[in-house]
């Protein structure tokens, strides 16, 4: 039998209508957005209606792919009847891994992802900050990023998401900056269209009043694990609300969480929600890995005719 690693995208991976179909004809993921909607209520009209800039708001954004990426699951759960082996979330996805294994409920986790969302905003004014995708040796981006704190430029690793794909997040001054020394070295440099440089120091703010959030919160027992982006291992129970609040600050590493999966033995990888980010990556990482996506009636209905 194969061992099935859930994955769940992040912020980015969004889109108008996500999730809209399995909930207009799959009873699993209907509840999810019905749940949804009695929490947040309009989200799931946002959803559908739009306008897309309202839905793209961090504070919309995070609580709306949560929901869409459940909806997914809990309708791939309802055919099939088999939990994953383990799970794993990109940012915000992480949160959404956790309500797939138990530890918040779906009420929960709405509530504390649109309170992330605000949090992460409300950190550093808009304009001051600013994130990028460097395509080439990760070498040369760390050698680069360590060049720029000595320059007293802020800008960090925020995501290592591929064997040749470093995100940078920091100051609009440093992201810059290093920009420009990364394109000098032959690395291809990509701005990435965000609302706040996620994933590095200035976001010291927003971890720290996330922790408060958190810490009244009662968590559920895990069905099974779900590695941290932190330390890309499968993270201990009692530190679960510690983990989700370093990774606001921290870079994700999902190159060696992918990989961390694979020694664990993972067989199958499938990505839940909308796009095909985490489905793509993981075929960098692990070329030749059995991978799937499934967030449309169609998607899921080809996963279950492949899978017998």
């Not at 799959?26 to 957005?33: K, S």
């Not at 360590?146 to 320059?151: G, K, L, N």
């Not at 895990?222 to 890309?232: E, G, I, K, R």
Request: proline share 6%; aromatic share 4%; glycine share 8%.
């Amino acid at each position: 039998m194969s061992r099935v690693a859930a994955l769940f995208p992040g912020q980015g991976s969004h889109q108008l209508g996500m999730g809209a179909l399995l909930a207009d004809t799959d009873p699993a993921a209907a509840e999810v957005f019905a749940a949804t909607e009695r929490v947040l209520p309009g989200l799931t009209e946002l959803v559908r209606q739009g306008p897309l800039e309202e839905l793209t708001r961090t504070a919309n954004q995070q609580p709306a792919l949560l929901a869409a990426s459940l909806a997914a699951y809990r309708a791939y759960l309802a055919a099939t009847g088999q939990l994953p082996f383990c799970a794993a979330g990109h940012s915000l996805g992480e949160f959404s891994a956790h309500v797939a294994a138990g530890s918040f409920s779906l009420e929960q986790a709405l509530v504390l992802v649109r309170r992330r969302g605000q949090l992460m905003q409300e950190a550093v004014p808009e304009g001051e900050g600013a994130m990028a995708a460097a395509i080439g040796d990760p070498a040369v981006v760390e050698e680069l990023c360590a060049a720029a704190e000595a320059e007293r430029l802020l800008v960090e690793v925020a995501n290592r998401n591929a064997p040749t794909q470093t995100v940078v997040s920091g100051s609009q001054e440093g992201v810059l900056w290093i920009s420009q020394k990364l394109h000098q070295r032959g690395l291809r440099v990509i701005p990435l269209k965000v609302s706040a440089p996620f994933h590095c120091s200035l976001m010291e703010p927003a971890a720290e009043r996330m922790a408060a959030e958190l810490e009244p919160v009662q968590l559920g027992a895990m069905s099974f694990p779900v590695l941290s982006n932190v330390t890309a291992e499968p993270v201990d129970p009692g530190e679960r609300k510690r983990a989700l609040t370093a990774q606001i600050t921290a870079p994700v590493r999902w190159v060696e969480c992918v990989e961390r999966m694979v020694a664990m033995g993972v067989t199958e990888f499938i990505e839940f929600g909308p796009g095909s980010v985490l489905s793509g990556l993981v075929a960098r990482i692990h070329p030749g890995a059995l991978v799937a996506r499934i967030h449309t009636p169609d998607d899921l209905s080809g996963y279950l005719q492949r899978a017998g």
